[in-house]
């Protein structure tokens, strides 16, 4: 449980504190190389500081620790030797990369270092090097180096200018990489005016200064005074308008409208109302109006729908009729949130749900969310009778093409098709062969060796490097291997990897059940949702502990831990938190207080267990009653909305397989959430 706004014990936060209790495959082989129990520990021992030197850039600790592992023959050498090169790797030459290479051929830390490796090339500009290089990069997973190897190809002669849009569009922050190619690019005239001013709104509308700075910069240089203005004080800039109209000027008025309506949309939308909206250009104006609707839609004001429609009237009124605005698809999923928190009997709501979802990315429109909402406009849309059933027939299609998918919404599609939900059949039980196969494999040995020395992040990453392409047996064999090790974060996340052979208790496995199960009916909450939000939270890890101190299987701060115990009279020390019966009984009486002072809804007791309370307490607000679904979709949190998403799809599985009657999701999420009637009690405050 957490008490801030971005979910502080996701899984993928939890830092190098897990100690899970597990047999070394690599110690067994020590001990065949001839290593004693005690010069095996004195070995792993010298990874961990290994590991701690390289935090403190101690270049001749790790040389001493390289050779140490190096004559005892130590499974992990080679990671030393990573960090050991990594260490220095300015001062580099291909040649010691190469002989990295030839010592640890076709493994992670090789592929890794050549990440390391090219994003040191492409600083250097040795694009000779680079380009052998690249080819043998097997993750590609970098941005930076994509924008370096585009680079490149435009440096031979090659047409880049779509995919490099697309890698500088996606760049995050200002990197040397990416502003390099869009800074070379511009010279040739492959980026236009319009793809730079693009580039500066999702800049903006991100929050990343530096890179609209820079996109702008690309225009001329003469624009970066007021870039720095609009950007510190955009009121200031609008009301002083330094410069006369102009195309580019017209852009940066834009921008300031953006920047105001971060933080006031309500003050953006009177701007726009005074004076703005007229001496825009339409299609400016338009963005301008969406931006306000944006934000608006994220502070959950009852006037963003009224916003967004401004901005789509003023879009048709100029653009070609089929023309979609260059908006971004996060922008575009506030309007569709927006439209969901508006009264059902909104004439205007289902109509801007799907407009905004057919002005998306065509991979954004098949994501299952707005798959399954745009299915929900066309039915609500629909004429009666013969006229309605085409777009009746397209949503119903549109369902079924998500509903076997097991996540939220395809739980919800089949609930909407009438469509029972069944498990998947189990797999056939793995072959002594292939649990063999996975055991003999070196990178699962690493990344279990890894892990025991409490190297997470690197067991993680080695782990899933080995699990590159698997095909369903192999990875089934391998979360199984996980399964039986307890380490079961890798067991979940394996096994949901496979595409046709699903295996629903690797995917939801069930440790610790009897005590769940006990300690769920003592506070009298669902052992599956229990299990649902542990599997969220911690998967099933006893002492796990996030980056800011949530701790145990419920992840509980420390506050929380401390109020609960009270309320449920434990004598308590902070020592017991990660103790499992504690833990569970805490969290689980945590959880059933937060549920009742939010009128039993599941939805906002899972948005409380991960945001603190007092946030569903407003979210709920807004003067309108809301389906618990769409309630979910408009949390403003990416982090909790897909938290609350997770666990409450988590729970039907949970039920299913704990031998329950299988629920419909929307059974689970319950009655309509409403604002608190003003005859129900206060909600309880002292409720951390």
């Given amino acids: 449980m957490k008490d801030g706004a971005q979910g502080l014990g996701r899984?993928?936060?939890?830092?190098?504190?897990?100690?899970?209790?597990?047999?070394?495959?690599?110690?067994?082989?020590?001990?065949?190389?001839?290593?004693?129990?005690?010069?095996?520990?004195?070995?792993d021992d010298t990874v961990v500081q290994a590991r701690e030197a390289l935090r403190k850039k101690d270049q001749a600790a790790l040389v001493n620790a390289a050779r140490t592992l190096q004559a005892g023959g130590h499974p992990l050498t080679q990671w030393v030797e990573y960090w050991q090169i990594g260490n220095r790797l300015v001062e580099a030459r291909q040649a010691d990369l190469n002989d990295f290479y030839a010592r640890w051929p076709a493994t992670y830390?090789?592929?890794?270092?050549?990440?390391?490796?090219?994003?040191?090339?492409?600083?250097?500009?040795?694009?000779?090097?680079?380009?052998?290089?690249?080819?043998?990069?097997?993750?590609?997973?970098?941005?930076?180096?994509?924008?370096?190897?585009?680079?490149?190809?435009?440096?031979?002669?090659?047409?880049?200018?779509?995919?490099?849009?697309?890698?500088?569009?996606?760049?995050?922050?200002?990197?040397?990489?990416?502003?390099?190619?869009?800074?070379?690019?511009?010279?040739?005239?492959?980026?236009?005016?319009?793809?730079?001013?693009?580039?500066?709104?999702?800049?903006?509308?991100?929050?990343?200064?530096?890179?609209?700075?820079?996109?702008?910069?690309?225009?001329?240089?003469?624009?970066?005074a007021a870039m720095a203005e609009l950007l510190d004080n955009p009121?200031?800039?609008?009301?002083?308008?330094?410069?006369?109209?102009?195309v580019n000027a017209h852009e940066l008025d834009v921008l300031a409208l953006m920047r105001v309506a971060a933080t006031d949309p309500d003050l953006a939308a009177r701007e726009l109302d005074s004076?703005?909206?007229?001496?825009?250009?339409?299609?400016?104006?338009?963005?301008?109006?969406?931006?306000?609707?944006?934000?608006?839609?994220?502070?959950?004001?009852?006037?963003?729908?009224?916003?967004a429609r401004r901005a789509w009237q003023r879009w048709d009124s100029a653009a070609r009729p089929g023309t979609q605005p260059a908006w971004s698809d996060e922008l575009l999923a506030w309007h569709v949130r927006a439209a969901l928190r508006t009264a059902a009997?909104?004439?205007?709501?289902?109509?801007?749900?799907?407009?905004?979802i057919e002005a998306m990315s065509p991979a954004e429109q098949r994501d299952a969310s707005w798959v399954y909402w745009k299915a929900r406009a066309q039915l609500a849309r629909a004429p009666s009778g013969p006229d309605g059933e085409p777009a009746r027939a397209a949503a119903r299609l549109a369902l079924e093409g998500i509903s076997p998918q097991l996540n939220f919404y395809g739980q919800l599609a089949a609930d909407e098709l009438g469509v029972r939900l069944t498990l998947p059949p189990t797999p056939v039980a793995l072959s002594e062969t292939e649990r063999e196969a996975a055991l003999a494999q070196p990178g699962f040995t690493r990344a279990l060796h890894l892990i025991q020395l409490g190297l997470r992040s690197e067991g993680v990453r080695e782990w899933n490097f080995t699990l590159r392409g698997l095909d369903d047996r192999a990875l089934?064999?391998?979360?199984?291997?996980?399964?039986?090790?307890?380490?079961?974060?890798?067991?979940?996340?394996?096994?949901?990897?496979?595409?046709?052979?699903?295996?629903?208790?690797?995917?939801?496995?069930?440790?610790?059940?009897?005590?769940?199960?006990?300690?769920?009916r003592l506070a009298g909450v669902d052992p599956a949702l229990v299990l649902g939000l542990i599997r969220q939270e911690s998967r099933f890890i006893m002492d796990a502990r996030s980056g800011v101190g949530a701790s145990g299987l419920m992840q509980l701060m420390p506050a929380t831990a401390r109020w609960t115990a009270r309320q449920v009279g434990i004598n308590y020390t902070q020592q017991m938190i990660n103790d499992r019966d504690v833990n569970l009984q805490l969290g689980t009486a945590y959880f059933k207080r937060v549920m009742d002072d939010l009128d039993g809804s599941l939805a906002m007791a899972a948005a409380a267990y991960n945001a603190g309370p007092g946030r569903p307490r407003r979210w709920r607000e807004g003067g309108t009653e809301m389906e618990p679904a769409a309630w979910a979709e408009s949390i403003p949190f990416t982090e909790t909305r897909d938290y609350v998403k997770k666990v409450l799809s988590n729970t039907v599985y949970y039920t299913a397989l704990l031998g329950q009657p299988l629920p419909t999701l929307k059974s689970r999420l319950g009655k309509p959430i409403a604002p608190r009637a003003p005859t129900a009690a206060a909600p309880d405050k002292e409720i951390p």
């Fill in 11 to 43: 899984w993928s936060r939890i830092g190098n504190m897990l100690k899970p209790r597990l047999p070394v495959p690599a110690l067994a082989l020590l001990l065949a190389l001839g290593a004693g129990p005690l010069a095996a520990q004195r070995l």
């Fill in 109 to 224: 830390v090789e592929d890794r270092l050549r990440n390391d490796w090219l994003l040191e090339l492409g600083k250097r500009r040795d694009w000779d090097n680079f380009r052998v290089e690249f080819p043998r990069f097997r993750m590609n997973d970098d941005r930076e180096v994509t924008c370096y190897a585009l680079l490149t190809q435009h440096l031979a002669g090659q047409d880049v200018r779509e995919p490099a849009l697309a890698a500088w569009n996606a760049q995050r922050d200002l990197d040397d990489g990416c502003n390099l190619m869009a800074t070379t690019l511009r010279e040739a005239r492959q980026f236009k005016d319009s793809d730079l001013w693009h580039k500066a709104r999702l800049a903006v509308e991100v929050n990343r200064p530096r890179a609209a700075r820079a996109a702008v910069g690309l225009l001329r240089p003469g624009l970066d």
């Fill in 235 to 246: 009121m200031r800039y609008l009301t002083r308008r330094p410069h006369p109209s102009s």
């Fill in 275 to 307: 004076k703005w909206d007229q001496e825009l250009p339409v299609t400016q104006a338009a963005t301008a109006w969406a931006h306000v609707a944006r934000h608006a839609a994220l502070k959950h004001q009852t006037n963003a729908t009224e916003y």
């Fill in 345 to 356: 009997k909104d004439k205007h709501r289902w109509p801007l749900v799907q407009r905004a």
């Fill in 476 to 520: 089934l064999a391998a979360a199984q291997l996980a399964c039986d090790k307890e380490i079961w974060d890798r067991c979940i996340n394996t096994s949901e990897r496979t595409r046709t052979e699903i295996h629903m208790a690797q995917r939801f496995p069930t440790p610790h059940r009897g005590q769940i199960e006990a300690k769920a």
